[in-house]
């Protein structure tokens, strides 16, 4: 297969946007969009890649389901109200889970995979403050981003404003029961996304504020920090103001992607930094294989993800073996990279500048 596609949020436009790139010719193009029901800030998809699960940043806060088809035709199955406007969401089959300024939640899917009825409601402050709070999505910058379960069942919300990692205990029955509160190793550090391991040991975190890239060790109750590595170059650090945004894996688990946007420092550019990983998960040393500086600052959010799939263009190990997109909020650019690990070379494959004025936020391989 050659033809690939993407579904994107948006940052500024209540539509999604389904684009497709070609592998052989490197092209990236709109293929449709699909009218939507408020700013979409995060999709993902699940593993059948037939449904799409998005937050909004849009009041009031919900949640959404999309069917897709074989032919890549969306249709809307589910809205769901929550308490405070959601950032990520992610699922395990079974539920969802997603997190926004002082509260989480994690939902049942159904048979279908549409999300269904709440099972449980998470507070990350005094319950009795909650109705007092703000819970737009002004609250996720400095509230709980995200919220991910590793194959243990332990479940993790990185929170900005308390730098910490909350560390839960997920019951087969779709309730937490909160296990730590684990600090991040400096003050201001703002931890934002989170990745677990394959075999649920670790879990890679990046803070928003300092940029870092953190290992820690899981333990049955708590979190250990045993490295940290730099998602900047070293001689921009200190030197312009950044906010970090993503970690995630290279399709063959030896890779760490981290994307990083410049931030009221519009004489750099944002980043993504590539980190090589030991058999064992660790990082081989706290220093970056690679770094690709984008064309424009990134913004005031964006993301990157890894395609999933493997094709003639991305199968040799000699060459260039991960395509991933990189989301830009700042001009409305969507990037696609593709990574040569032989070579540790990180480059720009193709790009689109969304129409009228929209923004990407982030998206979801469907292909």
């Known amino acids: 297969m050659q033809l690939h596609h993407l579904l994107t949020g948006s940052y500024t436009n209540n539509t999604l946007f389904l684009l497709a790139f070609d592998t052989v010719s490197r092209t990236l193009s709109l293929n449709s969009t699909v009218p939507g029901f408020g700013l979409h800030q995060f999709v993902t998809s699940n593993e059948a890649k037939n449904q799409v699960y998005a937050t909004t940043m849009s009041e009031p806060p919900r949640l959404f389901t999309w069917g897709v088809d074989e032919d890549f035709q969306f249709t809307h199955l589910s809205t769901n109200k929550i308490t405070s406007s959601a950032c990520y969401i992610s699922d395990d089959g079974q539920y969802s889970f997603s997190a926004g300024g002082p509260t989480a939640q994690i939902n049942s899917l159904g048979d279908n995979g549409v999300i269904g009825n709440q099972t449980d409601e998470l507070h990350l402050i005094p319950v009795e403050d909650i109705d007092s709070v703000d819970k737009t999505r002004n609250a ?11 194959v243990n069942k332990k479940g993790f919300v990185p929170h900005l404003g308390m730098n910490s990692i909350f560390m839960y205990d997920v ?38 504020h300092t940029q870092w890239l953190d290992v820690y060790e899981v333990g049955e109750t708590q979190l250990k920090h045993v490295q940290r590595a730099s998602v900047i170059p070293k ?15 290279s ?19 944002g980043f993504v930094a590539v980190f090589e990983m030991e058999m064992d998960g660790y990082l081989k040393k706290e220093d970056a294989v690679a770094f690709y ?25 000699e060459g260039l073996t991960d395509y991933m997109y990189l989301s830009d909020t700042s001009e409305g650019w969507m990037f696609i990279l593709g990574w040569t690990p032989s070579n540790y070379s990180l480059d720009l494959v193709t790009s689109l ?11 979801t391989w469907l292909s």
Do not use: M
């Open 353 to 363: 500048q969304y129409p009228d004025n929209a923004s990407p936020y982030e998206a």
């Open 171 to 208: 019951a087969d029955n779709g309730t937490a029961q909160l296990l730590s509160i684990n600090l991040s190793p400096t003050d201001g550090d703002g931890p934002r996304n989170s990745y677990a391991s394959k075999d649920g040991r670790l879990l890679y975190v990046v803070t928003e």
């Open 140 to 150: 996720v910058l400095h509230g709980a981003h995200a919220f991910d379960v590793n």
């Open 251 to 269: 399709r063959d688990g030896k890779y760490l992607f981290t994307s990083t946007r410049s931030w009221e420092s519009p004489e750099i550019n």
């Open 293 to 317: 500086e984008a064309p424009v600052s990134l913004g005031s959010a964006g993301g990157l993800r890894v395609a999933p799939w493997e094709d003639e263009t991305n199968c040799d190990p």
């Open 235 to 249: 001689d921009v650090r200190g030197n312009y103001t950044f906010r970090s945004n993503t970690v995630r894996p």
